[in-house]
Structures are given as C-alpha cells and as structure tokens.
C-alpha cells in the first residue's frame, strides 16, 4: 500500500511542478507572486478540450497547440497589463495578476459554461508491475512533465537565452549596463510560463476534467510549492512540488482522504519553521 502511494504522491507532485516552476521563474525574474497561474491553468484545459474534441487534433498535438495558446495570451498580457505596471512594484503586479486569474476563468466559463467536459483519450486498463497499479494517464503525466524539466533544463543552463535570464533575475541594473534588453527577456520568460501552465493545463483536463476551476483546485498547492522549494529557485519548485504531492497521499494513512491536504499543509509549515528559505531558497539578509 505504501508502495503504491508513493507513486501516486510522485505523480501528482509531478503535476504541480510545471505550474511550481512558472511561479518560480516569474518570482526570480520578474520579483512578484504570480497569482495568474491559475487562470492561466484553466485557459490551457479549455484550449486543450478545443483543439482535441472541437478541432479533431489528437492529445499530443492538441496539448502543443494549447501550451502554444496560453504562451501567446501570457505574452499579450505582459503587453497590455503587466508591463504597464512594471515599475508600480510587486504589490500592483500581484494584485493584476489575481484580476487577471479571475478574468481568464470567467472568460472560460461565459464561453464554455460551467458544465465538465472531458479529453478524447483512450480508455485502456491500468498496468500492473511488481504489485503497483499505474495508469495509462500516470504514464503520460509523467513523461510529460519529466521531458519539460529535462528541456528547461537544458534552455536555463547551457543556451544564451538561460544565461541571461539568469543574470536579469541576479541583478536587472548589470545585465542592461551589459547589453542584455531585458524587455525582451521578460517577454520571453512569460512566454516559457504560458507554455509550462499551458501545459499542466492540459495535464491537469486529463487527471480530473475540464471545468472552470480547475485552475483554482491547483493553485494553493502550487504555491505550496513553491514556496516550500524556495521561491526563484527552480530546483526547488520541483523538489517542493514532490514533497506536496508526496505528503497528500502518504497523510491518507493516518487521516481520511478528506483531510488530508490540511495534514499535508501542516507538514510543510513544520518544515518552512525549521527552515524558512524553503528547501533550495536563499536567506534574506535584513539590515
């Protein structure tokens, strides 16, 4: 039984390590909680449900296109909202972020009403393997979201575009004295969070369903997330991400399945008690 909540925990710490990282990123390089994350979830589920049953694309390009959808919304919404509240500081991009949210679920729901739809995907048995029992969506979740990190990866820490993203997020005032536009940067790096919530989106349609707050159902976690990984530290987001997933399932032991994310929560509490940074975060200097 343990055994099998461990994967469980690990697949659905998985889920919310692509939205943890979003959050991540907009913290680390643009200095403000990203509240829009669950709008922007929602508006990839919907996306998602259009291209695959309404235009006929199967699930892998139908989630493409989606992660392709919110990646341009994200960007047009730096245009309009949030690059016109750039220099308001954090206080005023974190509250646009939550109107934002708000806006993207109702324009979901005036469009699509408040009735749950599901993807067009296979129904097939689950598999089983040394006394687990792993679904067919597990699997996809999983390769998914592994393939995701391994490419972020791999764009953040050996590309151009990482390099300085990295160093707009260290210090903004010596990247630009070093050539480095970091309007551009910026617009990119929304770009790279509407395709990660575009595609948890998507994910997020095929383990529950599409339905108009299904981006709100994610979005405490997420920031648990975050925040318990140390917020800006992409590592952290997702080692952060597995410790939630893993403490919901792991708290079914001792407590009803009802209640097991207030156990979950206090867990992470204890643990940002003993270690406020979060896991991979760096100390605050005050003076």
């Known amino acids: 039984m343990i055994g099998q909540l461990l994967l469980n925990g690990t697949v659905s710490g998985l889920l919310l390590a692509l939205p ?8 680390g390089i643009l200095k403000f909680p990203n509240f829009a994350v669950g709008g922007s979830l929602t508006l990839g589920a919907y996306a998602g449900w259009v291209f695959n049953t309404q235009l006929g694309f199967q699930i892998v390009g139908a989630s493409l296109l989606a992660a392709a959808t919110v990646a341009l919304v ?17 206080i005023a991009l974190m509250v646009a972020s939550m109107g ?3 806006i993207l679920e109702n324009l979901c729901r005036f469009g699509f009403g408040n009735a749950t739809r599901s993807l067009d995907v296979d129904v097939a048995r689950p598999l089983r393997w040394a006394g687990l029992r792993i679904s067919h969506e597990q699997i996809v979740t999983a390769a998914a979201v592994l393939g995701c990190l391994v490419l972020l990866h791999l764009v953040l820490r050996t590309t151009p575009l990482g390099r300085a993203m990295r160093a707009v997020a260290d210090n903004p005032t010596l990247a630009a004295a070093r050539g480095i536009e970091r309007e551009v940067i910026v617009r990119l790096t929304w770009a790279i969070i509407g395709l990660l919530t575009g595609l948890a989106g998507v994910l997020a349609a095929i383990d529950r369903a599409v339905e108009p707050l299904v981006g709100w159902s994610y979005q405490i976690p997420v920031f648990a997330a975050a925040i318990l990984g140390g917020l800006g530290s992409p590592l952290g987001a997702v080692l952060g991400a597995l410790a939630v997933g893993l403490s919901e399932e792991l708290a079914t032991l001792v407590v009803p399945t009802s209640y097991r994310q207030a156990v979950s929560f206090a867990v992470i509490l204890l643990l940002l008690l003993v270690r406020s940074q979060g896991l991979l975060g760096a100390r605050a200097v005050r003076k």
């Open 100 to 102: 934002v949210s708000l």
């Open 74 to 90: 994200s960007v047009l919404l730096d245009v309009a909202v949030f690059g016109r509240l750039r220099e308001q500081g954090s």
């Open 20 to 27: 943890a990282l979003a959050v991540s990123l907009t913290f």
